[in-house]
């Protein structure tokens, strides 16, 4: 015969059983992973039963796979199993404001042989290498087994005059950022980002801040807007370093290579001042970097050298004399602005205004010209006088005109004020009567009207007064009617105006008996008694 066991036996050992295996997983695999880390997770291969698959090598592990898996657990409680699984707890990736991050990629395929930059995020790429996305400020979960982050600033190169930048990139108000694309960068995401060729881009970054990787991009800072370039020439000075100046007042020009200098068309040597105002507006500024480098090399390539070429050129047409005065300067100060705006325009380059500030004449062509001018100035001078002389007696001839006049008009106010206030004073006197005259008049109408007014409300009253007396004598006249004759009528008058509070008390007396039969009813008689005399 079998032995049979408990149920309640086998019921106690399953409860055992799980206490002790729950105690062992909540003991053993927990692993609690803080705020700012996370887990990261190396498959052992099974403990002595099952077929042990390595990862493939240089790639992550693939579920069941010996090795470290892509995905890492983020804070909490996890249960790993430390028989089966290795357990690392790496710390998150952190970049602040004024850095960049530049992620390379240790796991994956080779790229081809014609590219260097991987494409895609962390997390999904299939090369190895550097990856083309700069990761931006924030906090990343990264595991740094298949991913290396290096963390920059902004990055300078210089090439020459030229700086480029990357990384951490800011463009202030009033640049443009040029980019300058060392690879290709293909169409990533349909809609989003076009193929961009390698080389200068024509679309520019407006102002802002930009990580750039500086494995895939560089970019140059423009200024853009209008600026200004004087060409002048070097002036002589003192020894206590002040502008040595001529006879009539021309400040002596050294004879250096400053300046614009070139020979008129009659042999004289010309010097002169020129200031351009002109700028590179934002389309302008990746053909400036480009074509020239940078806004500097813009002025010096460009600018300058224009305005030196078209100032010589059209200068040495014109004789020093017509550079000087006249209509001729005038027409070579237009002819240099036209030329030099459509030179300018052929290089991508804005001009607001050229302006020829100063031109230095030599001295012995200078000082004949302005003795002339001056003698006809002061000839001009002279008829000016004249004429002011002229004037100044005819204003004097006019102001005493106007004084007579003034005192004409101040007389004749006068007189017509006087005359005025005559006839004011007799209108006064006039409407003063009449206004006496229709008083008086509306007084007598007054006391008339007070007058009739007695009469009428004496008429009325007495008139009220005999209706009041017949409507009482009619009114006498029905109640009597109505009562039957004037002795009902008056006993009924009599009655009603008995006070309401009458006691009347019947009593009978004989002869002589009234007053001591009051006596005994209670009423006392105050009237006097004359005495009786008793019978003789």
Known sequence: MRRLIPVASVALLILVTVAVLGGLHWTINRIYVPVGMSLQLRYKGPLVFGERTPAETGFWAKEGEIGVLQKLRGPGRHFPCPIWWERTLVDDIVITPGHVGIVTCKLGASLPADEFLVPGDIGNTEFKGILRKALGPGRYRINPYGYEVTIVTTQEKREGTTVKHSGWVEIPTGFVGVVTNLTSIPNLKQGEMVAQEKGIQDDVLPPGIYPINGYEQQVDIVEIGYRETTIAV????????????????????????EGIKFPSSDGFPIHMDFTAIWGLMPDQAAHAVRTFGNVAEVENKVVIPQIESIC??????????????????????????????????EKNVTVEYGLVRHIYIPKEIREPIQAKNLATELAITREQEKLTANAEGELKEA??????STETVVVETE???????????????????????LVAAIEKETANFRKQ????????????????????????????????????YINWVFATNLPDDLELKLIYAGEGTLWTDASNLGIRANLPIAPVSKPK
Not at 399 to 404: I, T
């Open 234 to 257: 070097t002036k002589l000075r003192d020894a206590d370093g002040k502008i040595v100046h001529d006879e009539s007042g021309e400040p002596a020009v050294a004879d250096d290579e």
């Open 312 to 345: 010589r050129n059209n200068g040495s047409t014109l004789k020093a004399i017509e550079l000087l005065v006249g209509e001729q300067r005038e027409q070579f100060q237009e002819m240099n602005l036209k030329e030099f705006r459509e030179v300018l325009a």
């Open 399 to 404: 102001e005493q005109q106007v004084d007579l």
């Open 415 to 437: 007189r017509l004020y006087e005359v005025k206030l005559a006839e004011g004073d007799r209108e006064a006197k006039e409407i003063e009567a009449l206004t006496e005259k």
């Open 453 to 488: 007014a007695q009469i009428t409300i004496a008429t009325a009253e007495n008139e009220g007064l005999e209706m009041i007396e017949e409507a009482t004598a009619e009114k006498f006249g029905l109640a009597v009617a109505a009562f039957g004759g004037a002795e009902a």
